[in-house]
């Protein structure tokens, strides 16, 4: 099906320009509440924001959306997009929204949706919303006309939340963290959170300014908290993104931990504790063939989701799996939330690394990864792989790595970007097979 508006995570675009400008974020609203208005009840919708200075200018456009349709607002200030989804089904509101455009830079915004299950919205709904922004938009009558509001003790609800996701008989005493909140929506309460439980915390990236969110650190920038961990003599390191839905891990060496790593060791504790639910867990078909390998040698399954936590979710609802991510960071746990929350995975690999005694080197690099290459190729428009060359260029390396590997292909759904992934077990095959696919897109754009 394809969507005008919204990609693999909402809608996402450079401010003021495109999709996402004040007049689009109105629209959203309207439509959106136009969609959940349904029954005689008082309609509310619950909006969250990371830190970026176009924050103010797209929540302002998106209240005015909502409550000309007739829909309450409460408005959260900035917080990550896992307490939007906690905050949408604990306030019974009808609709949640998230402003962030999570890992990039401060000049990209974007709007995310969550039903008042928590849950992010469908395919289908998406597309219904997107005929709706399309069409006339029916306004309430001016006695009708919503309310808006802020509230205050949101981070402490997130808090609470979050903190009982950890077993009462763990404490964190003795353990000195460093946290890297991107300078971005968790910049107070994942520190707090992780202090509270007994940590020694040090934290960065907790100062934002409004364009300093990803800029040169969180999960996409893990050098620094790399330095200050070694330099802190610290027993590991939290990087969160700027929305705080995905976790990286740096251990005590300096070392980078992915996705991966963290879904081997978070499924072999709960694993032990028969706590697993559907045999296994959900990734992506990004997710290193290694760790497949892994879980299989455990009796366990890897079932892989197309790339977006949204498919992963959709996966692990329809095969009752409770754990689910991405190598990105991606940390779904369903048993503590209903979409990906950084957060709380840094809760539960810190928890692990309490209760087994270990240094973080050694719990959290459970498998040998498989050598994979990513590359991205950047694209002004049209299908480039649609080209009959790039075509054949992919066809001969699907048959060089036969049995031996993997490839994957695919368009972002963020960025005007085509990712080139190969795995397999010899380094230099993976690495000429990447050069050559790279090299038919960048001809054919």
Request: aromatic share 4%; proline share 3%; with cysteine.
């Amino acid at each position: 099906m394809a969507r005008k508006f919204f990609g693999t995570d909402g809608i996402r675009g450079r401010t003021n320009a495109g999709v996402m400008t004040a007049e689009m974020a109105m629209r959203v609203g309207q439509a959106a509440g136009t969609f959940f208005v349904r029954g005689g009840h008082r309609h509310r919708v619950v909006i969250g924001k990371d830190t970026r200075l176009s924050g103010y200018m797209v929540e302002s456009a998106l209240v005015a959306g909502f409550t000309s349709v007739g829909m309450d607002v409460i408005m959260t200030g900035p917080l990550p997009t896992p307490a939007i989804a906690l905050m949408t089904r604990e306030m019974r509101a009808d609709l949640g929204v998230m402003i962030s455009a999570s890992h990039n830079p401060f000049a990209d915004n974007g709007i995310k949706l969550f039903g008042p299950d928590g849950f992010k919205l469908s395919d289908e709904a998406e597309a219904e919303i997107e005929r709706l922004m399309e069409g006339p938009v029916t306004l309430a009558p001016a006695e009708k006309i919503g309310r808006a509001r802020r509230i205050d003790d949101a981070r402490g609800r997130y808090i609470h939340a979050v903190k009982q996701s950890v077993s009462s008989e763990v404490s964190f005493d003795g353990l000195k963290v460093v946290v890297d909140c991107a300078h971005g929506a968790a910049y107070q309460v994942a520190p707090l959170a992780i202090w509270e439980l007994g940590a020694e915390v040090i934290a960065m990236g907790v100062a934002p300014d409004g364009t300093n969110i990803n800029d040169g650190v969180g999960s996409t920038a893990i050098g620094a908290l790399q330095a200050r961990v070694v330099a802190e003599g610290a027993h590991i390191g939290i990087a969160l993104d700027g929305d705080a839905d995905r976790l990286i891990v740096v251990d005590e060496k300096g070392h980078a931990v992915d996705g991966d790593q963290i879904m081997a060791v978070i499924a072999t504790r709960m694993h032990e504790k028969g706590a697993l639910r559907g045999g296994g867990i959900v990734a992506t078909v990004m997710s290193n063939l290694g760790l497949e390998r892994y879980l299989a040698a455990q009796g366990l399954t890897l079932a892989r989701a197309k790339v977006g936590d949204r498919y992963v979710l959709e996966m692990m609802k329809a095969g009752g799996f409770n754990v689910g991510g991405e190598q990105s960071g991606h940390m779904i746990l369903l048993d503590h939330a209903t979409t990906g929350d950084g957060t709380v995975a840094a809760l539960r690999v810190l928890t692990s690394l309490v209760r087994s005694g270990k240094a973080a080197s050694e719990l959290l690099h459970a498998f040998d990864p498989v050598p994979q290459l990513l590359r991205n190729v950047r694209f002004a428009g049209g299908k480039p792989l649609e080209n009959a060359n790039v075509k054949a260029v992919i066809a001969d390396a699907e048959g060089e790595l036969a049995g031996k590997g993997r490839l994957v292909i695919r368009p972002s759904g963020t960025e005007p970007l085509i990712r080139v992934m190969a795995e397999g077990d010899d380094a230099a095959q993976v690495e000429a097979v990447v050069a050559r696919i790279c090299a038919a897109v960048e001809a054919a754009v």
